[in-house]
């Protein structure tokens, strides 16, 4: 009796179990399984309704429109299984569902293959980019380029840049030494994530 009384329990308990949370703890399920960055991963992860990043994205936009504001607590995080899957992995899924026909458009038309969400968010970006300004100066025609000379030339002195300094002088010497961009933003962003990962235990120490 007693047995059975355990089984009715925990059959009860299956069934009030939210569909988000289910669905949240086969999505972190799956995630910690997956392995590597193989060529197709892209490809069976923006799968329709089925697709890893498909799923994800779904789940996080569901839980978005949960509060007002689109701000997910950690809490709600946490009772979906969500903190588990990688925060801008998470960012990306949603980034595809919410843009998504955009994206699928975008794929079709493209020549290079992507194994990434962030390869295929940043292929995008830059296509907008691009489109919308043409004539875009050059780094050596900007007086930021002219203030980077002066501050190179003032010998013990180091030299201090602003973000936009950095990027542009990025994006030139990726053209000059004929760099994909996309590799660069994928190493940038795999610093970063060590980085972030660095940073609890030196705060700690």
Same mark, same amino acid.
Request: proline residues 2%; hydrophobic residues 35%.
């Given at each position: 009796m007693t047995n059975s009384a355990n089984n009715a329990n925990t059959d009860t308990q299956k069934v009030v179990l939210p569909? $988000? @949370?289910l669905e949240g703890a086969d999505i972190a399920r799956l995630y910690l399984l997956e392995v590597g960055h193989d060529a197709k991963r892209l490809t069976r992860n923006t799968k329709p309704v089925v697709g890893l990043d498909t799923r994800l994205g779904n789940e996080m936009r569901? $839980? !978005?429109? @949960?509060?007002?504001?689109?701000? &997910?607590?950690?809490?709600?995080?946490t009772e979906c299984q969500m903190h588990i899957v990688d925060k801008r992995r998470r960012s990306?899924? $949603?980034w595809f569902v919410e843009n998504e026909i955009e994206a699928r458009k975008f794929i079709a038309k493209s020549k290079k293959?992507?194994?990434?969400?962030t390869s295929l968010q940043l292929a995008i970006k830059k296509?907008? !980019?691009e489109s919308g300004s043409t004539d875009e100066p050059k780094v050596k025609d900007t007086p930021e380029a002219s203030s980077e000379a002066d501050? !190179?030339?003032?010998v013990g002195l180091p030299a201090v840049f602003t973000k936009d300094e950095i990027f542009k002088q990025l994006i030139q010497a990726c053209k000059d030494s004929?760099?994909? &961009?996309m590799d660069i933003a994928?190493? $940038?962003l795999r610093e970063a994530d060590a980085i972030e990962v660095d940073t609890p235990n030196a705060i700690a120490a």
């Open positions: 569909t $988000l @949370e569901t $839980l !978005k429109a @949960e509060f007002e504001g689109g701000r &997910i607590p950690t809490w709600r995080l990306e899924a $949603l293959g992507y194994t990434s969400l296509a907008n !980019k501050n !190179k030339s003032n004929d760099v994909d &961009i994928e190493m $940038l």
